[in-house]
C-alpha cells in the first residue's frame, strides 16, 4: 500500500509536457531541414570545384609518372563519390511527401539519421584513406621537383590537416545528430498528442 501511495504521488507530481502548435513543429521542421540541406549543397559545390580543379591539373600539367596519374585517378574518383553521396543525401532531407503521414516521416528521419551516422563515421574514414593515398602518390612526382624539406613540410601539413578534419568532423557529427534528434522527438511528441486527441 505504501509503494502504491508513492507511485500514485510520483504520478500526480509529474509535469505535463506543454501542447505544441502543429504550426509551429512545421515551421521548425522546415527550418532546420532547410539549414542541413543548405550545409551538403555547399559541401557538394565545394567538392565539385575541388574535382574540376584536379581535373583541370592532370590535363594541364605534364605528369611523367604513373603515380601522379594513378593519384589524380583515386582524388578525382573519391571528389565524385562524395558529390553523389551528397546528391543522395541532399534529396533524402529534402523529401517531404511523408509530411501527411507522420509515423512514416518519423522512421525516414530516424534511417536518414543511422545512414548519415554510418556516412559520416564509417565511410568518411574509408574516403579519408583514399584520398591521403592520392595525396601521397601525387607527391612522389613532386618530391623529385622539389628540395626534401618542402616535400616533408608539405607531407606534415597534410596529415595535420587531416587530423584537424577528424576532429571537425566530431563536432559536425553531434551537431547534426542533435538536429536530427530534434527533429524526431518533436515529430512524436505532435504525434503522441494527436493519438491522446483521438482518443
Known amino acids: 500500500m505504501k509503494d502504491f501511495e508513492a507511485l500514485k504521488s510520483i ?3 509529474q509535469v505535463t509536457l506543454p501542447k505544441v502548435s502543429h504550426e509551429d513543429v512545421l515551421k521548425n521542421l522546415r ?10 549543397l555547399i ?16 590535363i594541364a600539367s605534364p605528369f611523367t609518372m604513373w ?6 585517378i583515386i582524388s578525382i574518383s573519391c571528389c565524385f563519390y562524395y558529390i553523389l553521396a551528397m546528391i543522395s543525401n541532399y534529396r533524402r532531407i529534402n523529401y ?4 501527411d503521414r507522420p509515423e512514416c516521416y ?3 528521419l530516424k534511417k536518414y539519421k543511422h545512414d548519415r551516422y554510418i556516412f559520416n563515421t564509417r565511410k568518411y574514414k574509408v574516403f579519408s584513406i583514399f584520398f591521403t593515398a592520392g595525396f601521397i602518390l601525387y607527391f612522389i612526382e613532386i618530391s623529385f621537383m622539389t628540395s626534401l624539406w618542402v616535400t616533408v613540410m608539405v607531407i606534415s601539413f597534410t596529415f595535420l590537416w587531416i587530423a584537424f578534419c577528424f576532429v571537425l568532423m566530431r563536432t ?4 547534426e545528430e542533435a538536429k536530427l534528434e530534434e527533429m524526431i522527438q518533436n515529430l512524436e511528441r505532435l504525434h503522441k498528442q494527436f493519438e491522446d486527441t483521438d482518443q
Not at 559541401?43 to 591539373?57: N, R, S
Request: no cysteine.
Open 172 to 175: 559536425y557529427i553531434k551537431l
Open 106 to 108: 518519423i522512421n525516414h
Open 11 to 13: 504520478w500526480h507530481d
Open 31 to 40: 527550418k532546420t531541414r532547410n539549414g542541413l540541406a543548405s550545409k551538403l
Open 43 to 58: 559541401e557538394m559545390i565545394g567538392m565539385g570545384i575541388a574535382a574540376a580543379v584536379l581535373i583541370y591539373v592532370w
Open 67 to 72: 603515380t601522379t596519374h594513378l593519384a589524380m
Open 96 to 99: 517531404d511527401k511523408l509530411l
